[in-house]
C-alpha cells in the first residue's frame, strides 16, 4: 500500500486524475522551496568562506597555532634557543621567534604608525602555511639585509611606496632624561597582503635580528609554533604538554583559540544568527507549502471520494498527501541547492558583476542628481570589513541539515492537510459536489 500512496501522490501532483495538468500550485510550491533555498546556501556558504579564510590566516600568519610568551626581561635574548629546542618535539612542526612592537614610518608623502613585527629571514621559504596567504605585490620576501623592510599595501598606498624605495623608521630614543626621535632608513623590498585587512592593513616586517638590535627589551617578543595538525583539540594537547615542560622556566603557551578568543566568539555568534536566520526562511517556505496543500487538498475531494469508492483505504489517502508533501520538498530542494551551490561556486564572480553594475546605476543617478557622474563606487562586500576573496568552502554537514529539514519541514506541512483528506468521507464529498 505504500507503493501504492506513493504512485497515487505522484499522479496527483504531476498527472491528475482526467489527464487535466492543473499542477500550477504545484510549480509553485516548488518555486517557493527554491528562492527560499538559493539565498540560504549562498549566505552560509559565503559564511563558512570567510570564516575558513579569516581563521586560516590568524593560524598561519597572525597568532600561529600556538603562543609562547614571558614576562622574564631576558626572553627576547634567548627566544631564538626557546626556539631551536621546542621544534622537533613530537607533533611540533616548527617554533621561530617573533619580536612585535610599533613605529612610526615616513617618506617625502607623509607619516604612518605601523605594527612591526621582526622574524627569522627564511620564514616565507620555511613555512608552506605563512607563504600561502602572504602574498606579494609588488618585489619579493627579502629580509636578508639589515635594511630590508617588508610593507602592506595600506602603507604602501598612503605612504606612496614601491619595491626599492627608501622609508625612515622613526624611533622614540631617550638621552640625557629627554626624549628624541632617531630615523632609521630602510629599503622596501616587497609590498604584500594577506588578503583581509584587519590582519595586515598597517604592518611590516624586518629581519629577527634586526629588531632585536634596534628594539632590545623594548618590544614583546613571542614564539610562534606551528603544529603537524594545528585542530582544536591537538592544540589544546600540545599546548598543555609545553606548559608541563616549560611552564616552570617561566613560558605560557597559549593555542590559537585561547588568543583570539573574543574573535572565535563573535565568528561563532555570527554565523549562528546567519543559521537562524536560514531555519526562519524554511520554515517560512513550509507555512506556504501548508496553504497550498489545504487548497491542493480542497481540489482534490472528488478525486479522493472516487479512490475511496473503488476501496482505497483512509490510510493510503493520508500517505498519498503525505508523500506529496514531501516530493515537492524533494523537488524543490534538489533544484535550490544545486542553484545555490552554484551561486556559492561563481560567488566572487557574481560579487564583482553586481559591483559594476551598481556602480554604474548609482554614478549614473548621481550625474543627473547634479553631484557628478561616476564619482563613487559601490562595493557589496567591501573589502575593510572582509575578504578581498571569498574561499569556497562547501560545508557538506550544512547542507546535508539544510536539505534535510526542509524535505521534513514540506512532508510536516503536508500532515494537517492529509489528516483532513483521509477522514473525509466518500458520501459526504460526493453530496457537496
Not at 606579494?136 to 617588508?150: A, H, N, P
Not at 561563532?268 to 507549502?289: G, K, P, Q, R, Y
Not at 475511496?308 to 533544484?335: E, H
Amino acid at each position: 500500500m505504500k507503493t501504492g500512496a506513493f504512485f497515487y501522490a505522484f499522479r496527483m501532483l504531476f498527472v491528475p486524475l482526467g489527464g487535466r495538468r492543473d499542477n500550477g500550485k504545484v510549480r509553485g510550491a516548488v518555486f517557493g522551496i527554491v528562492i527560499s533555498l538559493i539565498p540560504v546556501v549562498v549566505s552560509i556558504q559565503t559564511a563558512s568562506g570567510m570564516i575558513s579564510g579569516i581563521v586560516g590566516r590568524y593560524l598561519e600568519i597572525g597568532s600561529f597555532h600556538i603562543t609562547g610568551q614571558s614576562y622574564h626581561t631576558d626572553f627576547s635574548e634567548r627566544a631564538a634557543d626557546w626556539a631551536n629546542r621546542i621544534t622537533g618535539r613530537d607533533g611540533i612542526r616548527s617554533a621561530v621567534p617573533i619580536l612585535e612592537t610599533h613605529v612610526l614610518l615616513a617618506s617625502d608623502k607623509g607619516r604612518n604608525a605601523a605594527a612591526l613585527k621582526g622574524v627569522p629571514a627564511d620564514l616565507y621559504d620555511s613555512d608552506a602555511g605563512f607563504r600561502k596567504y602572504f602574498q606579494i605585490l609588488d618585489g619579493r620576501f627579502d629580509l636578508s639585509s639589515s635594511d630590508s623592510l617588508l610593507v602592506s599595501d595600506g602603507i604602501a598606498e598612503s605612504l606612496s611606496l614601491k619595491a626599492g624605495d627608501r622609508i625612515r623608521m622613526l624611533l622614540n630614543r631617550e638621552a640625557g632624561g629627554r626624549s628624541f626621535l632617531q630615523a632609521v632608513t630602510f629599503t622596501v623590498t616587497g609590498v604584500f597582503t594577506t588578503g583581509y585587512y584587519e590582519l595586515d592593513h598597517m604592518t611590516a616586517y624586518i629581519g629577527y635580528d634586526r629588531a632585536r638590535s634596534l628594539f632590545g627589551r623594548e618590544g614583546h617578543t613571542v614564539l610562534g609554533i606551528k603544529l603537524d595538525s594545528p585542530d582544536e583539540i591537538s592544540a589544546s594537547k600540545a599546548a598543555a604538554e609545553l606548559n608541563r615542560l616549560f611552564g616552570s622556566e617561566g613560558i605560557t603557551f597559549r593555542t590559537w583559540k585561547e588568543k583570539n578568543r573574543s574573535l572565535m566568539e563573535n565568528l561563532d555568534s555570527t554565523f549562528t544568527l546567519i543559521l537562524s536566520i536560514a531555519v526562519l526562511i524554511i520554515l517560512l517556505a513550509a507555512v506556504n507549502i501548508f496553504s497550498i496543500m489545504v487548497a491542493f487538498e480542497l481540489e482534490k475531494r472528488s478525486a479522493v471520494a472516487l479512490l475511496r469508492s473503488l476501496g482505497v483505504s483512509s490510510r493510503t489517502v493520508f500517505l498519498s498527501f503525505l508523500s506529496a508533501g514531501f516530493l515537492i520538498g524533494i523537488c524543490g530542494t534538489v533544484i535550490g541547492l544545486s542553484l545555490g551551490l552554484l551561486a556559492a561556486v561563481q560567488l566572487n564572480t557574481l560579487t564583482e558583476t553586481a559591483d559594476s553594475v551598481f556602480s554604474f546605476l548609482y554614478g549614473l543617478l548621481s550625474g543627473l542628481n547634479g553631484d557628478g557622474f561616476f564619482q563613487n563606487k559601490i562595493e557589496i562586500l567591501n573589502k575593510e570589513y572582509y575578504l578581498e576573496n571569498i574561499p569556497l568552502v562547501i560545508s557538506r554537514r550544512h547542507i546535508f541539515l539544510i536539505a534535510t529539514l526542509t524535505v521534513f519541514s514540506s512532508g510536516a506541512a503536508a500532515l494537517i492537510p492529509a489528516v483532513a483528506a483521509a477522514g473525509r468521507k466518500p458520501l459526504d464529498v460526493m453530496k457537496d459536489l
